[in-house]
């Protein structure tokens, strides 16, 4: 069967489409896990459904980014990397929604300032991957995000560690491990989000 140009470059962009649907997933997501912080239990509950479904919705996207890519001839970036970018934000996604499982069933809604500083690290980033979905064929401007990814990176662990140090001298055992199991959480967020990133040093190296 011959395929026109036209549905080429519509399978083409369907792809790219999908890679920025996860990213605005990921956006959504940490706004919802911020929103739990001084929630009532009765909100936590029902912010934590809001993730559960976030976090299908995108399981359901990176489907749907598979079969769009294997569909495609002509992408803005190799198909490999669209499909490991996705596949980063979709389980970045899912780190998200596991944090708000813990906080949800720990009930920790009362987390110190520091928490909410990583928060604001994360929100930052988030909205940073999202960014780079538009970027994807302007090398100087994904450069630049690329940086601003990394820099945050490495701010995010260094306010991990401030946490739960500062954590370990004010806290009750019980407390001190119920906020730990957060803050490990978090952690994990950061080191998909820093794969997602890693992803994007690789094809900027490659196509320089």
Known sequence: ??????????????????????????????????????????????LDAQLDNLNARASKTQTAMLTALRSSYLTPLPREDLYLLGTWINRAVEAVSITGTVIHATRQYRLPTRAGDVLEILTRQADLVLDTTGQLTQPD?????????ERLTHQAQRALVTWRLTDADELLARHYYRQQEVARSLEATFMTIREFSTQLGRILVRDS
């Open 1 to 46: 069967m011959k395929l026109s140009v036209t549905r080429l470059f519509s399978a083409d962009e369907a792809g790219a489409a999908h890679v920025r649907s996860l990213a605005g997933l990921l956006v959504e997501s940490v706004d919802l896990v911020t929103q739990m912080f001084g929630a009532s239990p009765e909100t936590g509950t029902d």
């Open 141 to 149: 401007d994904l450069e630049s995000t690329w940086t601003h990814l």
